[in-house]
């Protein structure tokens, strides 16, 4: 295989893989920092929070990357997924599509979900397992069969025509690498700047967020210099979360 993952890495693409994110995390230790994995197809591809992700052949994307950065403190595991949705976003855009990112790491087009990621770990190792799914050529028909959190879209659906997945798979990378220079070099300012330029959220609004100790809803704030969300609870007093699952009010969704 030709080195053509993140920062010289190897590409190995599988036809059929059960999750590429569970491959890397079986195979982790044989790899390198920035080896990737694709799936053609994935079969029980994985979603945050135990939800299943849809990945069909040719109309999906599934990728996952191993990240063990020689110093970990200039990659660290808080700001993984953020860098993510930010690769993604200026991935579609240069294919002339305008996403948008949901706090932690969601990415939106005309208010659909279009991308999701999962970080990955196993606690007796030192990776982290990035894990990539991005609708490229799904329709609604493949949308229907399946209870949807949230509403979904695809690249295809959103341009009207369809994409070569090993195509967004390679522009994905790169725009991955360049996120990840640009935080090297600049650190949580690069993504504040493009989080607040590109924000799916409108600051003041009313969000609701399951997070690990409950649900919690309050005016969005943004993005704190850590990652953590910020919400002015009913008090008015600011909340700062580390994870959690934003939902919109329904009348929200445009
Ligand atoms: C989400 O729920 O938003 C995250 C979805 C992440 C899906 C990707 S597809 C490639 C990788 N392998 C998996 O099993 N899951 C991730």
Not at 144 to 171: G, I, K, N, W, Y
Not at 207 to 224: E, F, K, L, N, W
Request: glycine fraction near 8%; charged fraction near 20%.
């Amino acid at each position: 295989m030709p080195n053509a993952g993140l920062f010289d890495g190897r590409l190995l693409v599988f036809d059929e893989l059960p999750s590429t994110n569970q491959w890397l995390l079986d195979h982790a230790a044989e790899c390198r920092h920035g080896d990737a994995v694709r799936a053609v197809a994935q079969t029980a591809g994985r979603g945050r929070f135990g939800r299943q992700w849809l990945a069909p052949p040719d109309r999906a994307l599934a990728l996952s990357v191993l990240l063990r950065p020689e110093d970990p403190a200039r990659l660290p595991a808080a700001w993984v997924g953020a860098l993510a949705a930010v690769g993604i976003r200026n991935m579609l855009e240069r294919h002339g599509l305008a996403g948008r990112l949901q706090w932690p790491n969601d990415v939106f087009v005309a208010g659909r979900k279009i991308a999701g990621i999962l970080a990955e770990q196993d606690s007796a190792s030192p990776s982290l397992v990035l894990g990539l799914g991005i609708n490229v050529n799904l329709t609604d028909r493949d949308f229907a069969h399946r209870p949807l959190r949230q509403p979904a879209t695809s690249m295809a659906l959103e341009a009207h025509h369809d994409f070569d997945v090993p195509t967004v798979a390679a522009d994905l990378l790169a725009a991955l690498e360049a996120a990840i220079r640009a935080f090297d070099a600049e650190g949580p300012a690069w993504v504040l700047r493009q989080w607040s330029a590109y924000d799916a959220l409108a600051k003041g609004q009313t969000i609701d967020v399951q997070t690990p100790d409950g649900p919690a809803s309050g005016a969005y704030r943004g993005m704190d210099e850590d990652g953590r969300l910020v919400l002015a609870a009913a008090d008015g007093e600011p909340r700062r979360y580390w994870s959690g699952d934003v939902s919109l009010r329904q009348a929200q969704y445009p």
